[in-house]
């Protein structure tokens, strides 16, 4: 099943105000689309795009699913599709020299869409992550794409953290608000972290030797964590590279 449908039935109001928009060419070029759980914003954010860049959508603005733009988005291999990501131990997103900036970075990020297009792809698409991970010279070097971005380009960025964003960046993007008042911990050694933060919060009082135990296992989650991280980043950007 295409994951605008599942999107579609959490969300009718809004997917119908959207579909009402991409049937009468009025969607936005940029949105920011804010949910407390990443796997929400990853799910919505793929139906927009299926949304904006379908070629065969019907009557009611509805994507096909079967189109070379919905396949190869659902797929992740959309040729016109440009990511931004924080990186490094601060995870922020950077804002790249003015002169050859750096790939993954905003400067970077801005010049694809500014590039001949030749693979015959219906529009340039932009996804950054975590965007609330700008600082305010990043944002503010986005600031000209996002207010006026090239013809059949969109962008869309994606937070959990809207009030970390400049003004300037918010008012220039239409915001797309999916609150579900929910978090779920879904990483490996998500059951040892509570258990180790219920003995040291509950436990451990006057017994350094529980506190150090619980410590330990806290740490050790993390270092872990943080290793895995740093070895799907690097080996995702070698492929790119």
Known sequence: ???YETVARRWPELWNSLRLARRNNRMAHAYLVQSDRPETREEFTLALLMLAACRDADATGEPCGRCFSCRHLENGTYPELHHLYPVGKAYQIQVGD???PEANTVRYFTEQFYLTDISGAA???G???DADRMNDEAQNALLKTLEEPPRDTLIVLTTGNPASLLPTTRSRCQQIQLLENEVSFDYPGAEQVFTALGKLFFEAKGDILKGEEAAGVLIAV???LKDEAEGAAESDWNDRV
Do not use: F, N
Request: hydrophobic share 40%; charged share 20%.
């Open 127 to 129: 996804i950054i992550h």
């Open 123 to 125: 529009c340039k698409i």
């Open 98 to 100: 003015r002169q050859g």
């Open 222 to 224: 993390a270092s872990a």
């Open 1 to 3: 099943m295409p994951r």
